[in-house]
């Protein structure tokens, strides 16, 4: 064990006041402005090319064990159910080489999120299935949906109340966003997961160009419906300090480091120093070439746990993960020690997070519903 990971571990037996002393600025974990969500784990769901999401892939996000002991420890409290494309040629944020997806792509999305057996469904019975061997979660599980954005100058979107809305128009794309925000309620009331709350929508757009104008009326509509409104941007994206002018709730600074070699270690440490003075959380970043290349990628994402343990981010503020769509996934059940040793890492860092949550923001009772 690192010594930042016993430093963690041993942080979490501390008192809640102890834990919300002299911090830096970030968005604090288990903060309410992200309904107190201190770890958001990005499920790459939806599209065509996605994995199905079954209860059983998502095991390993929900809860850990290590192998040889007993009762298991609870993972992820925040589940990002994100995606930038339907695999059929259509996107659901520009920039990603397709055509604009169209009313019929986004509710295909939903439905897709809301198919039973799989996404949301799915997650709701993993948690359930966990709670038999481990006890029911401190606290109850959260999930953001993605919000696609209506790409400006569109003018194939379609109808809706019986007019062809023009995406060149603010109004339309904030009666679109509207609209979305509205099915995708009445489908999570249908569904009414057992174990799960609807914390908010997650912009999927990663930065603010051609946003400005209608995002604040967007959030204004999402926060009339009871909910939040997420973000993580890119790397020096446009409107990144303006996070909370434009109306969201919760962002988190996404290093972009893992994925280039050629960009030192410093890049963490700078992503960290700017979400601190923004007031924002940070991106855990990582895909399968961590579990596959030992010299190049699996230092880089160790070199995450380590800045985040520097800058007091791994006590203190909130975190989102980026793993690739499946990566900690195919770590869990790696035949190779060494790729399994890496998800017992990873899944170490947010059991020891969990429970400092739990110290910070631990809610009353509520009943579990079996």
């Known amino acids: 064990m690192s010594s ?52 059983d892939e998502f ?61 949301v469904d799915a997650l709701d019975q993993a948690i359930a299935s966990a709670a038999k061997s481990i006890g029911p979660p401190p606290r109850r599980r959260q999930v953001v949906l993605t919000l696609p954005e209506p790409i400006h100058g569109q003018t194939d979107w379609g109808e809706l109340d019986g007019r062809t809305l023009d995406f060149t128009k603010s109004e339309d794309r904030i009666a679109a966003c509207a609209w979305q ?43 009339a419906q009871g909910k939040r409104f997420f973000w993580i941007p890119f790397w020096n994206a446009q409107g990144t300090a303006d996070w909370r002018s434009l109306g969201f709730d919760a962002a988190y600074q996404q290093p972009n480091h893992f994925f280039h070699p050629e960009i030192p270690d410093s890049r963490l440490d700078a992503a960290c120093a700017f979400a601190s003075t923004n007031q924002m959380g940070l991106e855990f970043e ?31 503020a909130a975190m989102a993960y980026y793993e690739g769509g ?24 947010v059991a020891a997070r969990q429970r400092l949550a739990d110290a910070v923001q631990l809610p009353p009772k509520q009943p579990f519903r079996k």
């Open 4 to 55: 930042g990971l016993g430093a963690l571990l041993a942080a979490t037996v501390a008192a809640p006041a102890q834990l919300t002393s002299s911090l830096p600025g970030y968005l604090l974990l288990a903060d309410t402005k992200a309904a107190g969500i201190a770890d958001l784990v990005l499920i790459y769901q939806g599209g065509a090319h996605r994995p199905a999401w079954t209860p």
């Open 59 to 119: 095991a390993p996000y929900v809860s850990f064990r290590e192998r040889g002991q007993g009762r298991g420890s609870w993972l992820f409290d925040g589940f990002l159910f994100i995606e930038f494309k339907d695999e059929r040629g259509h996107e659901y944020a520009k920039g990603y080489q397709q055509k604009p997806a169209r009313h019929k792509e986004w509710l295909w999305l939903l439905e897709r999120n809301f198919e039973r057996g799989h996404a």
């Open 181 to 223: 925000v509205k099915k995708a309620l009445a489908k999570w009331r249908a569904l009414n997961p057992k174990h799960l709350d609807l914390a908010g929508f997650y912009w999927v757009a990663e930065h603010s160009l051609h946003g400005d104008a209608i995002l604040p009326r967007i959030a204004a509509d999402i926060h």
């Open 286 to 316: 990582c895909d399968g070439r961590a579990l596959k290349s030992e010299e190049v990628f699996r230092p880089r994402l160790r070199a995450y746990l380590e800045a985040f343990e520097r800058n007091g981010v791994n006590t203190n």
């Open 326 to 349: 499946g990566a900690l996934r195919q770590m869990a059940n790696s035949a190779d020690p060494q790729g399994r040793a890496l998800y017992d890492e990873v899944a170490r860092w």
